[in-house]
Protein backbone atom coordinates (compact mmCIF):
# COMPACT_ATOMS: atom_id res chain seq x y z
CA UNK A 1 0.00 0.00 0.00
CA UNK A 2 1.27 3.59 -1.09
CA UNK A 3 2.00 6.45 1.85
CA UNK A 4 -0.36 8.87 1.07
CA UNK A 5 1.44 12.24 -0.31
CA UNK A 6 2.40 14.97 2.57
CA UNK A 7 -0.61 16.97 2.89
CA UNK A 8 1.70 20.57 2.90
CA UNK A 9 3.48 19.32 -0.58
CA UNK A 10 0.44 18.97 -2.36
CA UNK A 11 -0.90 22.51 -1.28
CA UNK A 12 1.97 24.11 -2.33
CA UNK A 13 2.24 22.33 -5.67
CA UNK A 14 -1.21 23.44 -5.97
CA UNK A 15 -0.56 27.17 -5.35
CA UNK A 16 2.34 26.98 -7.47
CA UNK A 17 0.15 25.74 -10.19
CA UNK A 18 -2.10 28.53 -9.89
CA UNK A 19 0.24 31.07 -9.12
CA UNK A 20 0.54 32.91 -12.94
CA UNK A 21 -2.96 33.24 -12.81
CA UNK A 22 -2.79 35.02 -9.44
CA UNK A 23 -0.22 37.24 -10.56
CA UNK A 24 -2.42 38.09 -13.92
CA UNK A 25 -5.83 38.33 -12.39
CA UNK A 26 -4.20 40.69 -9.03
CA UNK A 27 -2.44 43.43 -10.51
CA UNK A 28 -4.69 43.48 -13.65
CA UNK A 29 -8.42 42.89 -12.40
CA UNK A 30 -8.98 42.45 -8.55
CA UNK A 31 -6.95 45.83 -7.80
CA UNK A 32 -8.56 47.68 -10.21
CA UNK A 33 -11.69 46.63 -9.13
CA UNK A 34 -10.96 47.50 -5.45
CA UNK A 35 -9.67 51.22 -6.42
CA UNK A 36 -13.24 51.67 -8.09
CA UNK A 37 -14.55 50.70 -5.14
CA UNK A 38 -13.08 52.74 -2.88
CA UNK A 39 -13.21 55.60 -5.14
CA UNK A 40 -16.93 55.47 -4.80
CA UNK A 41 -17.00 55.98 -1.36
CA UNK A 42 -14.87 58.88 -1.79
CA UNK A 43 -15.82 62.83 -2.13
CA UNK A 44 -14.65 65.34 -4.21
CA UNK A 45 -13.26 68.95 -4.42
CA UNK A 46 -14.85 69.59 -7.82
CA UNK A 47 -11.43 69.85 -9.58
CA UNK A 48 -10.34 66.31 -9.57
CA UNK A 49 -9.41 66.38 -5.96
CA UNK A 50 -10.73 63.25 -3.86
CA UNK A 51 -11.05 63.63 -1.00
CA UNK A 52 -10.78 60.11 1.82
CA UNK A 53 -13.77 58.85 4.03
CA UNK A 54 -16.69 57.03 3.55
CA UNK A 55 -19.70 58.44 1.91
CA UNK A 56 -23.12 56.88 0.11
CA UNK A 57 -23.72 60.73 -1.30
CA UNK A 58 -22.48 59.58 -4.83
CA UNK A 59 -24.53 56.42 -5.25
CA UNK A 60 -27.48 58.41 -3.32
CA UNK A 61 -26.81 60.81 -6.00
CA UNK A 62 -26.46 58.16 -9.29
CA UNK A 63 -29.71 56.30 -7.82
CA UNK A 64 -31.90 59.44 -7.16
CA UNK A 65 -30.84 61.03 -10.66
CA UNK A 66 -33.89 60.14 -13.35
CA UNK A 67 -31.44 60.06 -16.31
CA UNK A 68 -29.77 57.04 -14.78
CA UNK A 69 -33.19 55.16 -15.43
CA UNK A 70 -33.53 56.49 -18.49
CA UNK A 71 -29.96 55.45 -19.24
CA UNK A 72 -30.70 51.33 -17.96
CA UNK A 73 -33.77 51.46 -20.32
CA UNK A 74 -31.22 52.46 -23.50
CA UNK A 75 -28.84 49.78 -22.37
CA UNK A 76 -31.29 47.29 -21.69
CA UNK A 77 -33.00 47.95 -25.32
CA UNK A 78 -29.60 48.10 -27.22
CA UNK A 79 -28.54 44.91 -25.18
CA UNK A 80 -32.03 43.02 -25.68
CA UNK A 81 -32.17 43.76 -29.85
CA UNK A 82 -28.67 42.86 -29.87
CA UNK A 83 -29.00 39.63 -28.07
CA UNK A 84 -31.93 38.38 -30.07
CA UNK A 85 -30.27 39.49 -33.70
CA UNK A 86 -26.82 37.89 -32.49
CA UNK A 87 -28.73 34.43 -31.61
CA UNK A 88 -30.80 34.07 -34.35
CA UNK A 89 -27.88 34.63 -37.04
CA UNK A 90 -25.67 32.78 -34.77
CA UNK A 91 -27.60 29.77 -34.58
CA UNK A 92 -28.86 29.52 -37.86
CA UNK A 93 -25.13 29.98 -39.27
CA UNK A 94 -23.67 27.36 -36.61
CA UNK A 95 -26.68 25.07 -37.42
CA UNK A 96 -26.08 25.51 -41.14
CA UNK A 97 -22.49 23.93 -40.65
CA UNK A 98 -22.77 21.24 -38.14
CA UNK A 99 -25.69 19.97 -39.77
CA UNK A 100 -26.09 21.31 -43.37
CA UNK A 101 -22.32 20.81 -44.68
CA UNK A 102 -21.41 17.08 -44.84
CA UNK A 103 -17.66 17.41 -45.15
CA UNK A 104 -16.35 18.45 -41.88
CA UNK A 105 -13.30 19.81 -43.40
CA UNK A 106 -15.11 22.45 -45.20
CA UNK A 107 -17.51 23.32 -42.44
CA UNK A 108 -14.29 24.26 -40.56
CA UNK A 109 -13.17 25.93 -43.32
CA UNK A 110 -16.69 28.01 -43.47
CA UNK A 111 -16.21 28.48 -40.28
CA UNK A 112 -13.09 30.17 -40.21
CA UNK A 113 -14.15 31.72 -42.96
CA UNK A 114 -16.77 33.49 -40.63
CA UNK A 115 -13.92 35.27 -38.33
CA UNK A 116 -12.07 36.94 -41.49
CA UNK A 117 -13.97 40.02 -41.30
CA UNK A 118 -13.30 39.79 -37.13
CA UNK A 119 -9.15 40.27 -37.92
CA UNK A 120 -9.48 43.82 -38.78
CA UNK A 121 -10.31 46.42 -35.99
CA UNK A 122 -13.81 46.71 -34.51
CA UNK A 123 -13.74 50.44 -34.96
CA UNK A 124 -12.76 49.82 -38.58
CA UNK A 125 -15.61 47.47 -38.98
CA UNK A 126 -18.22 50.39 -37.18
CA UNK A 127 -17.30 53.01 -39.86
CA UNK A 128 -17.69 50.61 -42.36
CA UNK A 129 -21.58 51.23 -42.18
CA UNK A 130 -21.29 54.74 -42.83
CA UNK A 131 -20.98 54.93 -46.52
CA UNK A 132 -23.53 51.81 -46.46
CA UNK A 133 -26.33 53.64 -44.18
CA UNK A 134 -25.48 57.48 -44.64
CA UNK A 135 -28.42 59.52 -46.80
CA UNK A 136 -26.18 59.50 -50.00
CA UNK A 137 -24.92 55.40 -48.78
CA UNK A 138 -25.29 52.69 -51.30
CA UNK A 139 -28.44 51.11 -49.56
CA UNK A 140 -30.35 54.44 -49.88
CA UNK A 141 -28.99 54.75 -53.71
CA UNK A 142 -29.96 51.29 -54.43
CA UNK A 143 -33.71 51.54 -53.35
CA UNK A 144 -34.56 55.00 -54.90
CA UNK A 145 -32.75 53.38 -58.15
CA UNK A 146 -35.41 50.69 -57.90
CA UNK A 147 -38.15 53.29 -57.00
CA UNK A 148 -38.75 51.86 -53.41
CA UNK A 149 -38.83 54.87 -52.04
CA UNK A 150 -38.77 58.68 -53.08
CA UNK A 151 -36.50 60.21 -50.62
CA UNK A 152 -33.59 59.24 -48.52
CA UNK A 153 -33.97 57.12 -45.41
CA UNK A 154 -32.98 59.04 -42.34
CA UNK A 155 -33.44 56.24 -39.93
CA UNK A 156 -30.63 54.16 -41.37
CA UNK A 157 -27.71 56.52 -39.85
CA UNK A 158 -27.22 58.32 -36.25
CA UNK A 159 -30.11 56.15 -34.91
CA UNK A 160 -30.56 54.03 -32.56
CA UNK A 161 -30.73 51.35 -35.93
CA UNK A 162 -27.70 51.71 -36.86
CA UNK A 163 -26.44 51.10 -33.12
CA UNK A 164 -27.77 48.18 -33.34
CA UNK A 165 -26.85 47.37 -36.42
CA UNK A 166 -23.45 48.10 -35.63
CA UNK A 167 -23.37 45.60 -32.47
CA UNK A 168 -24.61 42.74 -34.30
CA UNK A 169 -21.90 42.90 -37.15
CA UNK A 170 -19.36 43.03 -34.53
CA UNK A 171 -20.66 40.27 -31.86
CA UNK A 172 -22.36 37.64 -33.92
CA UNK A 173 -18.87 36.07 -34.07
CA UNK A 174 -19.23 35.49 -30.22
CA UNK A 175 -22.81 33.77 -30.70
CA UNK A 176 -21.68 31.44 -33.18
CA UNK A 177 -18.75 30.39 -31.76
CA UNK A 178 -20.14 29.04 -28.99
CA UNK A 179 -23.53 27.49 -30.45
CA UNK A 180 -21.12 25.65 -32.91
CA UNK A 181 -18.77 24.33 -30.46
CA UNK A 182 -22.17 22.96 -28.45
CA UNK A 183 -23.78 21.90 -31.77
CA UNK A 184 -20.48 19.84 -33.10
CA UNK A 185 -20.88 17.37 -30.15
CA UNK A 186 -24.36 16.35 -30.75
CA UNK A 187 -24.26 12.75 -32.04
CA UNK A 188 -25.55 12.70 -35.82
CA UNK A 189 -27.10 9.36 -34.96
CA UNK A 190 -29.64 10.56 -32.45
CA UNK A 191 -30.57 12.94 -35.17
CA UNK A 192 -31.00 10.06 -37.60
CA UNK A 193 -32.71 8.00 -35.03
CA UNK A 194 -35.35 10.73 -34.42
CA UNK A 195 -36.11 10.93 -37.82
CA UNK A 196 -36.91 7.23 -38.26
CA UNK A 197 -38.85 7.01 -35.88
CA UNK A 198 -40.71 10.22 -37.48
CA UNK A 199 -40.38 13.59 -35.68
CA UNK A 200 -40.29 16.74 -37.89
CA UNK A 201 -37.60 19.15 -38.14
CA UNK A 202 -39.67 21.27 -35.34
CA UNK A 203 -39.62 17.90 -33.22
CA UNK A 204 -35.50 17.68 -33.62
CA UNK A 205 -35.05 21.52 -33.62
CA UNK A 206 -37.30 22.18 -30.38
CA UNK A 207 -36.14 19.01 -28.00
CA UNK A 208 -32.83 17.41 -28.83
CA UNK A 209 -30.75 20.58 -30.90
CA UNK A 210 -31.86 23.57 -28.78
CA UNK A 211 -31.25 21.36 -25.42
CA UNK A 212 -28.04 20.21 -26.19
CA UNK A 213 -26.96 23.54 -27.92
CA UNK A 214 -28.14 25.94 -24.44
CA UNK A 215 -24.62 25.72 -23.08
CA UNK A 216 -23.17 27.42 -26.37
CA UNK A 217 -26.35 29.86 -26.14
CA UNK A 218 -25.53 31.03 -22.67
CA UNK A 219 -21.68 31.44 -23.07
CA UNK A 220 -22.48 33.37 -26.40
CA UNK A 221 -25.38 35.30 -24.38
CA UNK A 222 -22.75 36.32 -21.65
CA UNK A 223 -20.05 37.46 -24.05
CA UNK A 224 -22.95 39.57 -25.98
CA UNK A 225 -24.50 40.62 -23.12
CA UNK A 226 -21.42 42.21 -21.08
CA UNK A 227 -19.68 43.83 -24.08
CA UNK A 228 -22.99 45.76 -25.07
CA UNK A 229 -23.38 47.05 -21.78
CA UNK A 230 -19.84 48.03 -21.35
CA UNK A 231 -19.29 49.66 -24.47
CA UNK A 232 -20.43 53.48 -25.07
CA UNK A 233 -18.15 53.94 -28.12
CA UNK A 234 -20.58 52.47 -30.48
CA UNK A 235 -23.66 54.52 -29.26
CA UNK A 236 -21.82 57.45 -29.56
CA UNK A 237 -20.36 56.95 -33.22
CA UNK A 238 -23.41 55.38 -35.00
CA UNK A 239 -26.38 57.73 -33.29
CA UNK A 240 -24.82 60.71 -33.77
CA UNK A 241 -24.87 61.76 -29.89
CA UNK A 242 -28.52 61.19 -30.22
CA UNK A 243 -28.36 58.05 -27.99
CA UNK A 244 -26.29 57.29 -24.69
CA UNK A 245 -25.67 54.26 -22.62
CA UNK A 246 -25.17 54.09 -18.83
CA UNK A 247 -21.23 53.63 -19.39
CA UNK A 248 -21.32 56.96 -21.42
CA UNK A 249 -22.61 58.74 -18.41
CA UNK A 250 -19.93 57.87 -16.16
CA UNK A 251 -17.52 58.44 -18.94
CA UNK A 252 -18.66 62.28 -19.25
CA UNK A 253 -18.22 62.35 -15.44
CA UNK A 254 -14.66 61.13 -15.59
CA UNK A 255 -13.97 63.96 -18.48
CA UNK A 256 -15.42 66.85 -15.86
CA UNK A 257 -13.64 64.88 -13.03
CA UNK A 258 -15.86 63.87 -10.91
CA UNK A 259 -14.42 60.65 -10.64
CA UNK A 260 -16.32 59.49 -7.19
CA UNK A 261 -19.75 60.10 -8.98
CA UNK A 262 -18.02 57.84 -11.96
CA UNK A 263 -16.80 55.18 -9.90
CA UNK A 264 -20.40 54.31 -8.02
CA UNK A 265 -21.87 54.65 -11.59
CA UNK A 266 -19.22 51.80 -12.76
CA UNK A 267 -19.61 49.99 -9.78
CA UNK A 268 -23.58 49.61 -9.76
CA UNK A 269 -23.21 48.59 -13.77
CA UNK A 270 -20.86 45.92 -12.49
CA UNK A 271 -23.65 44.60 -9.85
CA UNK A 272 -26.02 44.61 -12.46
CA UNK A 273 -24.24 42.95 -14.84
CA UNK A 274 -22.96 39.97 -12.44
CA UNK A 275 -26.59 39.67 -11.58
CA UNK A 276 -27.38 39.36 -15.43
CA UNK A 277 -24.77 36.53 -16.01
CA UNK A 278 -25.83 34.90 -12.49
CA UNK A 279 -29.38 33.87 -14.00
CA UNK A 280 -27.62 32.66 -16.91
CA UNK A 281 -25.21 30.70 -15.24
CA UNK A 282 -28.55 29.57 -13.33
CA UNK A 283 -29.42 27.62 -16.67
CA UNK A 284 -26.22 25.53 -17.14
CA UNK A 285 -23.30 24.30 -16.03
CA UNK A 286 -20.70 26.54 -17.91
CA UNK A 287 -17.73 24.39 -16.09
CA UNK A 288 -19.17 20.82 -17.47
CA UNK A 289 -19.17 22.89 -21.20
CA UNK A 290 -15.62 24.27 -20.56
CA UNK A 291 -14.16 20.80 -19.34
CA UNK A 292 -15.81 18.60 -21.93
Same mark, same amino acid.
Given at each position: ?126 ? %???? =? ?5 ? *????? $?? /??? @? !? #? ?112 ? %???? =? ?5 ? *????? $?? /??? @? !? #?????
Amino acid at each position: MQPNPNPSRANLAGWLYVSPLVLVLVPFFVAPILVVLAASFFATDGFGGLTPGFTFSNYIEVLNAALTFKLYLATMKFTMLTWVFTLIIGFCVAYFLVFHVRNQLLAIGLFLLCTVPFWTSNIIRMI %SWIP =LLGKEGL *INQAL $LA /TGI @I !R #QPLEVLLFSDLAVVIAYVHQLTIFMIVPIFNSMARIDKKLIEAAIDTGASRLDIMRLIVVPMSKSGIALGTIFVVSIVMGDFFVVKVMSGGGSASVVSAFYEDVGVLQYPTAAA %SAVL =LTLVLVA *IVSLI $LR /TVD @I !R #QEITR
